[in-house]
């Protein structure tokens, strides 16, 4: 006699919870860089090619469910966090780019190594040509572009040794999943623009906020003249 196997639909945020607790348990007593790195090009595809997860995140997001939370400060519009270790050794993130879209040319503070979970996945890596004495200013130059297929990875490094830009070449929609190493001691990323060689500093919307509110609290109270009332 046959019994009836019923199928229970995971929770997305308790899948996600889970593969990353049994991520951070395995990489305990691993600091170095190269070895976690190696460890994420192993573990990352399982999960890009688990195209009921992504789905069902999706579904969550059009929902209004409270995870994964959209409130949460990102770097980038169209990035998603999905979760931070609390041991802060790494950080899984999703990243959704429409037909044709791209990030900007831009640095990060941390190790990273990213897939397509659906689409394809354009990554252009970019090398300074320049001593790196001026901070705003940048000559770039590509040094490689790879057009990744689900399930396959790339790797970028901190600072200068991992300039780049991903997006979607394509006319569909593209899932890049990515997993950040332990942010070093920066607290902006930097945005280049290739054509005009200038580098910007972005910093996370919280600090930038601080930082703006300095300034007009100096402006404001500094000498010479100050705000009239009433405007
Ligand atoms: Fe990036």
Redesign the pocket.
Known sequence: MFQAVTMVAVDPREQVQALCRRWAQALKGTAERDRRMEFFRRELPALLSDGALFEGLLKGIVKGDPYPELRQETMFANELVLYRDPGRIFSLRLYIFGPGEF?PL?D?TSW?VSGAAYGQLEAARYRRADDGSDPGHAELILCDRRVLRPGETET?LPFDEGI?R?GNPADGVTLMVSVYGTPLRRLYIQRFNLETGRVRRVFPPRIQKKMLAEQALKAMTGPGPGLAPGG
């Open positions: 990030t831009h990060h990273g970028t780049h991903t």
